[in-house]
């Protein structure tokens, strides 16, 4: 296997591979929204749990809201279990369109594969934030309960 056959090659393969780090960028600005979104799910348990082990008797609503933010968190840490394995794929596909242009090895359909995994990854993590934030909302009642 020759490395860096010629400048040309290696030029054209940078090229190829800079495509897909636009992907790579919507996945960690992805990251970064999904982790702060869990941060915050954390943080309301863990105010429930605290006024629930002071209670003698359980408060019916407050442990409902308990499953639905356990339900959250696990779709949260399901998208940004989704989401890192789309970065290792797209960064899989960097790899084999660079070492496809400049060696010898043939990584065409390795590269293909490993982006469309990538994409099918980032659908499912976007799947996952959906129905994270479509729960999120209807715990809310914005203020229809205070209206008279």
Known sequence: ????????????GIQLAVAPVFLLTAVSGMIAAVAGRLARIIDRARVLEERLQGQAERDAPALQELARLRLRGLLANSSIASLTLCAFLIGLTILLLFLGETTDFQSNRGAILSFLGGVLCFMLALACFLAE??????????????RR
């Open 1 to 12: 296997m020759a490395l860096f056959t010629d400048p040309s090659s290696v030029t054209h």
């Open 133 to 146: 934030t479509v729960l999120s909302t209807q715990i809310m009642n914005f203020g229809q309960g205070l």
